[in-house]
């Protein structure tokens, strides 16, 4: 498995002191009782600094609302191992902006021990209040792609993964063999008449969440930037102004997507939010789902016995169409002037050496790891469904933390004033440059 991480990674590019003394006895009765209450002292002495080391409060920052409850009971175990260390939880995510409620805590003096960063841009904004970890014990064990986002231009690694992800449009395998469906989509064509299929079989094809502006500014947009022949190169042109997303071939394809989950989807998208996309998808509602498999947890409690895998999200019928998104979705990042960051280090290395980290990571988190000491355990099926895309090479990257600091949302709003019928696709894609243009 060690090697199938590694091959993974070049696809998308991760003494207790103690002392006793004796005086000298008179015979060896003697040395042995002093021996032992020396021996007893020094055991007592040795425990009692441990139960009297300094008392410890980590303020632990995320956005990750689908693992809250297992991270919460991780660091219970973490603290009843290390007793002197509480570690205080606080999420904010799903329909909140992570970033905003970041930003307004540094700017009270709130500063939490440990937040997360999304790398790239985003490391550059924070760079000056993030800690160097670049030799933590971790390092050694992380995959290649892992450190990509969170190593500055100093050459300093200042994040650590949280995991690797992948998304597309997951779907519901026998919902389509009740369509008829006997083939899977690989591309647009493929995909509209399944979705078509599915109407005719009075089945709804999508469950549309355009509610919430990270799945469609950030998600879905990603598609036509990281369809580009060099993404990299495509948005660094959009910065030095030789680029444009109006004329793009890419981006004038990306209408097929927003029309289609429209035309067949849930009604009222606009109004759909992250909770109620994937109800519906989980309760049968609706046979596609736009996520990622950070929805997996959250599927099985309501149907245990769902039937999934991933499709792409296809702008066309290239070949290259059938392809995921995967990626490092974010990083634990610390605060270098923490008053605790000795035991914030701790904590970070614990999550992913310990038995119990690692048990957590793979087997409560689902999570795909971005360490090769991590075997992945315990994923489900839509885990499984993102390394086989991996392992087939079948993979394209996720862009939005090379774009303009806020640009995401703007976008987000610009297609839900399309989606509404407020402005026509032309009137979109002027808009993404100009927000681009004003951000840049």
């Given at each position: ?350 999550m992913v050496s310990s038995e119990t980290g690692k048990r957590y990571m793979t087997e409560e988190f689902a999570f795909i ?72």
């Open positions: 498995m060690k090697k199938l991480f590694i091959f993974i990674a070049f696809l998308f590019a991760l003494g207790i002191f103690a002392g006793c003394s004796s005086d000298d006895a008179d015979n060896t009765t003697g040395d042995a009782e002093n021996n032992s209450e020396t021996t007893n002292a020094g055991e007592e002495e040795n425990n009692s600094g441990d139960t009297e080391k300094e008392e410890v409060t980590l303020d632990f920052f995320q956005f990750k609302v689908e693992i809250a409850d297992p991270l919460r009971a991780m660091l219970d175990e973490f603290e009843a191992e290390h007793p002197h260390i509480t570690v205080n939880l606080e999420t904010v995510g799903g329909g909140a902006d992570y970033g905003a409620a970041l930003k307004a805590k540094f700017a009270s003096g709130e500063k939490p021990d440990i937040f997360n960063n999304g790398g790239f841009k985003e490391l550059d904004l924070w760079l000056e209040h993030l800690a160097d970890l670049s030799n933590e014990p971790w390092v050694d064990n992380l995959l290649p792609i892992g450190k990509v986002p969170m190593t500055a231009d100093d050459g300093n690694l200042y994040g650590m993964p949280v995991n690797l992800e992948g998304y597309g449009f997951v779907y519901n395998k026998d919902l389509f063999e009740e369509a008829g469906i006997t083939e899977k989509p690989t591309n647009y064509t493929e995909l509209l008449a399944a979705a078509k299929q599915l109407e005719e079989a009075g089945i709804t094809a999508f469950s549309a969440g355009y509610a919430e502006w990270w799945v469609i500014g950030q998600h879905l947009l990603n598609i036509p930037f990281a369809q580009q022949d060099d993404p990299v190169a495509f948005i660094e042109g959009l910065y030095e102004g030789t680029e444009s997303m109006i004329g793009n071939p890419h981006f004038e394809e990306f209408q097929n997507v927003i029309d289609m989950e429209i035309n067949y989807g849930n009604d009222n998208p606009l109004t759909t939010d992250y909770n109620t996309q994937v109800t519906q998808f989980a309760a049968g509602e609706t046979a596609m789902l736009q996520q990622g498999n950070w929805t997996e947890n959250m599927i099985y409690e309501i149907n245990p016995d769902i039937n999934m895998a991933f499709l792409p999200i296809p702008l066309n019928d290239e070949e290259s169409a059938d392809s995921l998104p995967v990626g490092v979705p974010n990083n634990w990042a610390l605060h270098k002037d923490s008053d605790n960051l000795e035991e914030a280090k701790l904590l970070l290395d614990w790891p971005a360490f090769d000491n991590i075997e992945p355990a315990g994923l489900g099926a839509l885990g499984e469904s993102i390394l086989e895309y991996s392992v087939e090479d079948k993979t394209i990257p996720w862009t939005w933390f090379r774009w303009p600091d806020g640009a995401n949302q703007e976008f987000a709003a610009t297609i839900q004033e399309y989606a509404a019928g407020q402005i026509e696709y032309d009137a979109l894609l002027e808009k993404f440059q100009t927000i681009w243009d004003n951000l840049k």
